[in-house]
């Protein structure tokens, strides 16, 4: 039996609903400022980073929705501080000590796109993870827009983003979905995720 935590925080099958995913938010000024000076410090060291992962446990949320002709995933990962300051160092493309917009994008756009290249889709055949968009929120938060272009019942998917850096993991449905486990997962403790998503059709509301 797959476990984790639900909307609620209560221990159960690791399924929860979109209710309690807040909205996309950019990062507040106040945890920028707060981390620079340090984040400068470090880009003065030399540093190998041997995994693009970070350090410490992941923390994710998945969260799934469909339309007519496609699925979407929002992927949402959280980061710890140090994390975060390490992060900065890599976006500082030019080592100036300063982050500016285009470094910003071009940064987390082809974070994107890598995290898309660590799915495996199908439906019938392979479905390709289209990055969209991503954006920056509170708590040091990354949310990450994907697309499946496909009119299919049920997808397959798989996740190894974290296949070397297990932490805990959410999963999320909308009213659009049914998502459930293909296999038992113990989501406080996740590495490869393995997901059925199956389009709900619309509901008539008889009016």
């Not at 910003?104 to 439906?123: I, N, P, R, W």
């Not at 038992?184 to 059709?201: G, M, Q, T």
């Amino acid at each position: 039996m797959a476990t984790g935590l639900s909307e609620n925080g209560n221990q159960d099958s690791g399924i929860g609903t979109r209710a309690g995913l807040p909205g996309s938010l950019g990062f507040e000024s106040a945890d920028l400022i707060g981390l620079v000076w340090i984040a400068l410090s470090v880009i003065s060291m030399s540093i190998a980073f041997a995994h693009d992962t970070g350090l410490g446990h992941s923390r994710r949320t998945l969260l799934w929705e469909a339309g007519p002709d496609r699925f979407v995933l929002e992927y949402r990962i959280h980061l710890p501080e140090d994390e975060v300051i390490l992060e900065m160092v890599k976006i500082d493309a030019d080592g100036n000590g300063e982050i500016s917009d285009l470094e910003k994008e071009s940064f987390f756009k082809q974070k994107g796109k890598t995290l898309a290249t660590m799915f495996t889709v199908t439906d019938l055949k392979p479905v390709s993870a289209l990055f969209s968009t991503f954006s920056l929120g509170h708590s040091f938060t990354q949310t990450y827009r994907f697309e499946f272009v496909s009119d299919s019942h049920v997808l397959t998917f798989e996740d190894g983003n974290f296949r070397d850096k297990p932490g805990s993991a959410r999963v999320l449905k909308s009213k659009t979905t049914k998502v459930t486990f293909a296999q038992p997962e113990d989501l406080l403790h996740a590495e490869v995720l393995n997901l059925r998503i199956e389009r709900v059709p619309a509901q008539n509301d008889g009016n």
